[in-house]
């Protein structure tokens, strides 16, 4: 919604909570950034075809399937409310990053049960916290901090819910296949890319046989740490037009960073140590990237990129070269991406 209303595109959001009290903090939320462009309804994703909201263009369920009684009708009900060419952003709980949640979670099942009330269970889960054991999985998990920044309402929502399901990415490209939706992209990609963390050649070679499923999937496993999976679907065979980046009349924009900020981040064997959360992973990039990144300021085309770096000896066909390395890469991070057309 603020996206919208500050590049003055049309259109309207709903927000849908079955919680009251949520929506009233979205409420609130909203008349702070002055946003009008927003609907409140209170009603379940279990049955959203009662809501008669129509269809949508696009739809954000972040951290909810995983919560509830039956995803694959949750999931099904939304793909059912897309409109031709819509697409949604998902968010799912991934197991291996969540190592020594669910183990937790057996434990507060016996000494808080699901019976009692949340408050008690609350109390009891506090209690068990401050005594957990050294050798507690949880306790050498950084892969988040629910349980220590995010209050009562993030500690009772990381080991308390009764509905807690995660899914490995095999598992979860199986729940969007079963609601006639595929990935158009999962997040960030490079993170799925199992080259990125075997340099080995023997290995690479091996990796580059594997469908992208797959790939995903060694990933996952090999690293450990996600704790989430989040990706962009679109419906089974959907044609997906791509921006083109080598376009000179694109706008590359930075995201999370500024570009000065990420070129001096660039180590002298111009790689850049990039976190995929507690994995920090040399990323190689081309040596003109360092003087590229802090051009890009989300005003400047491409072709005003190009213009620039010709006037310090690098002629087009470098540029390109060059460009195309740059964005590709730091694109598949998630930290450089194009603006929409106007």
């Known amino acids: 919604a603020t996206q919208m209303a500050r590049a003055g595109r049309p259109g309207e959001v709903i927000c849908v909570d079955r919680s009251r009290h949520a929506l009233s903090i979205a409420q609130a939320r909203a008349k702070v950034r002055d946003l009008n462009n927003i609907r409140f309804v209170e009603g379940s994703l279990a049955a959203l075809n009662t809501l008669d909201l129509g269809l949508f263009d696009y739809i954000d369920c972040c951290g909810v399937l995983h919560h509830l009684p039956d995803p694959d009708a949750a999931l099904a009900g939304l793909e059912a409310s897309l409109a031709p060419g819509g697409g949604m952003g998902l968010m799912v709980y991934a197991p291996y990053g969540r190592t020594g949640v669910y ?51 993030g500690l009772y929502d990381l080991l308390l819910n009764p509905r807690d399901r995660a899914y490995t990415v095999g598992a979860f490209l199986d729940l969007l296949d079963g609601a006639g939706l595929e990935a158009s992209c999962l997040m960030e990609p490079a993170r799925y890319d199992p080259v990125l963390f075997l340099p080995d ?14 790939q995903a999937m060694v990933a996952e496993s090999l690293t450990g740490n996600m704790a989430t999976h989040v990706a962009y679907v679109a419906r089974k065979g959907a044609s997906i037009t791509r921006a083109d980046a080598s376009s000179f009349d694109a706008v590359p924009v930075m995201r999370e960073i500024p570009g000065i900020e990420l070129a001096k981040q660039m180590r002298p064997d111009h790689t850049l ?8 992973v040399p990323i190689p990039l ?23 770096l010709a006037t ?23 930290r450089v991406l194009l603006l929409p057309p106007a």
């Open 273 to 280: 140590p990039f976190a995929f959360g507690t994995l920090v």
């Open 312 to 334: 310090r000896g690098v002629p087009e066909n470098k540029f390109c070269t060059v460009w195309q390395e740059t964005f590709q890469t730091l694109e598949r991070l998630n």
């Open 201 to 214: 050649p023997k290995v690479r070679a091996r990796i580059a046989q594997l469908p992208a499923r797959e």
């Open 103 to 153: 183990m937790l979670q057996d434990a507060l099942e016996e000494l808080a049960p699901f019976d009692e009330k949340p408050a008690t269970r609350l109390d009891m889960a506090k209690r068990v916290m401050r005594h957990l054991p050294a050798t507690a999985w949880l306790r050498q998990n950084g892969n988040f901090g629910d349980h220590l920044s995010g209050g009562d309402a």
């Open 286 to 308: 081309p040596p003109q990237a360092r003087g590229l990144l802090p051009l890009i300021d989300g005003e400047r085309t491409v072709g005003d990129l190009a213009a620039i």
